[in-house]
């Protein structure tokens, strides 16, 4: 048996071009294109690949890509200035500062200083908060984009067994907030966590974010399972997820590569985000799906 691959990259261009359109009629009534400012603080190659990309994919949808290069030494007031003046900025729909962040920053103070309105990240503790208590806000890109595929795939995710590993602010526990609004059963495992095959032999969804190449193996997972890998690891013979790629497509229902897989999600819901600013922002209803 085979699993299905969860093409995420071509998923990915088709809300693209669904944003490109609401973008051209947002234009058409606010004068103006959707502005996203990303921040880069030093000289981090992979870092620098995934700014380029997101701007490049910025632009393809019509919105304004603003970026800003800080050396990586720079001052931690300086880049609370900087994070000041775009939360003043009318031009400027959506903010990101990219992490890591160096050392001497403190990421915190940083991310908590962005305007929780413009957070198209939804790492604000605001937006934490409002989605852990289901008001609308900005919700983080890579568990959005996670859902997404996951719906894709198994339509209604209501009563089904999900378990995230790994418990970060920025996807594991998004990710389970996420889950739990979709109504399914959702355990958080993460590196305390006993017997780790056991609570994954449940799970109809294992959603993989620990950051340590091919941990997840095939064994361990329910046969027909649905298995989303969010990991990127760079090792010598290349980029690798979380879950061992060729055990979980023998075992799997339906998996994420990487790369294609849930990386270039997270973009697109990032431009989603950034279109969704800038229509609340200037009272602008978007019609058609995203
Ligand atoms: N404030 C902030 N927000 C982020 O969203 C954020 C961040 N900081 N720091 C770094 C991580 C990483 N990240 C990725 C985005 C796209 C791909 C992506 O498109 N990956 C492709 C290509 C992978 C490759 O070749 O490197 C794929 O998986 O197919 C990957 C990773 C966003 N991040």
């Known amino acids: ?15 693209r071009a669904r944003i490109a359109e609401r973008v051209a009629a947002f234009v058409g009534q606010a004068g103006r294109a959707p502005g996203l400012a990303v921040v880069l603080v030093g000289e981090d190659p992979a870092s620098a690949v995934y700014v380029r990309n997101k701007g490049r994919a910025t632009r393809e949808a019509g919105m304004v890509s603003v970026e800003h290069r800080l050396p990586a030494d720079v001052p931690q007031d300086a880049l609370l200035d900087l994070v000041d003046a775009l939360n003043a900025d009318p ?13 001497h920053i403190d990421e915190r103070t940083v991310l908590t200083r962005i305007d929780p309105d413009k957070d198209v ?23 959005f984009g996670c ?45 305390r966590t006993r017997d780790l095959s056991s609570v994954i032999k449940r799970a109809d969804i294992v959603v993989a974010a ?4 091919e941990m997840i193996k095939g064994e361990w997972l329910k046969p027909g399972a649905t298995v989303i890998d969010v990991g990127i690891n760079r090792t010598e013979t290349g980029l690798v997820g979380d879950v061992d790629f060729a055990g979980a497509m023998s075992v799997a229902g339906a998996v994420t590569p990487v790369p294609g897989g849930v990386g270039p999600m997270t973009i697109a819901c990032l431009l989603r985000n950034a279109l969704l600013s800038a229509e609340r922002r200037e009272g602008v209803v978007g019609k058609g799906d995203l």
């Open 1 to 15: 048996m085979t699993a299905a691959l969860i093409d995420g990259k071509a998923f990915a261009a088709g809300v």
């Open 91 to 103: 031009a400027i729909d959506g903010i990101l500062v990219q992490l890591p962040l160096p050392g």
């Open 121 to 143: 990240d939804g790492f604000h503790p605001v937006n934490a908060g409002r989605l852990a208590t289901g008001l609308p806000g900005f919700v983080p890109c890579t568990p």
């Open 147 to 191: 859902v997404m595929l996951l719906k894709d795939v198994l339509g209604d995710l209501s009563g089904l067994d999900a378990v995230v590993i790994g418990r970060s602010n920025i996807v594991g526990k998004p990710m389970a907030q996420l889950l739990i609004a979709e109504s399914c059963t959702v355990t958080v495992a993460h590196s």
């Open 210 to 213: 620990v950051g340590r190449p």
